[in-house]
């Protein structure tokens, strides 16, 4: 089966399909609605053959089954048809989960996302949970998010922000018993070190767990 993979990202939407090297994208932003995602998929992915899709959206995902509107895109998603307007078969997951089923390597792993926002995962007996920590509070009323995702970086700079990031992956690494913990998102690669059991992702991975999604076999 040949999968297109869709990685929604808050500042574009990155798509490749099976058997292709290249990936193709194009920007995204806080207007984005999911029927001009759609459109601008199938004019970016011209000339590719698929059968089936995979959605890393960026947002609370239950069964397939989106719960909120993205923060940092435009309205309209919860409650689309997915499959209706591609016209294929449709998985949708949270997109660091997706990230999260690509990077996997065995054992107890949390994904933790540096992005836009702050993505997360822990995957575990062979079980992929998406989760919502970034949201959770953190420190000086503010929550983990507020630290370590983009606007964290902007508001404390370069070098405060790679000591919450330290003390976060930490934290969360203690409190869900992680065996190792994967750091992936576009802002992964400003970190000066790593802490004990972290390693970088890599985005790449997301259109890997895109397509082991299709797969019939266990993680």
Do not use: C
């Not at 949970?129 to 970086?153: C, I, S, W």
């Not at 790679?162 to 913990?181: C, E, G, H, I, N």
């Not at 998102?185 to 400003?190: C, D, E, F, I, P």
């Amino acid at each position: 089966m040949k999968v297109l993979v869709v990685d929604i990202g808050g500042t574009s939407v990155k798509i490749l399909a099976s058997g292709q090297r290249t990936v193709r994208k194009f920007r995204s932003g806080p207007e984005l609605t999911a029927e001009q995602m759609v459109e601008g998929v199938v004019k970016a992915a011209k000339g590719w053959r698929f059968d089936a899709v995979s959605i890393g959206y960026p947002g609370p995902v239950n069964g397939g089954t989106l719960l909120e509107e993205p923060k940092n895109l435009g309205a309209g998603w919860v409650g689309f048809d997915f499959e209706k307007a591609f016209g294929y078969p449709v998985k949708v997951l949270n997109d660091a989960a997706m990230q999260a089923l690509g990077s996997y390597e065995g054992g107890r792993m949390l994904f933790l996302g540096l992005g836009t926002g702050l993505g997360s995962a822990l995957i575990a007996d062979q079980v992929i949970m998406p989760m919502e920590l970034a949201h959770l509070p953190y420190k000086k009323g503010r929550t983990f998010e507020d630290y370590v995702g983009r606007r964290g970086l902007e508001r404390i700079g370069k070098q405060k922000w790679r000591r919450a990031v330290d003390d976060v992956v930490s934290r969360l690494r203690a409190a869900l018993v992680a065996d190792y913990v994967v750091l992936g998102g576009g802002n992964a690669r400003k970190l000066a070190s790593l802490s004990d059991g972290a390693r970088l992702g890599d985005n790449a991975h997301a259109f890997i767990g895109g397509r082991r999604l299709w797969e019939e076999r266990e993680i």
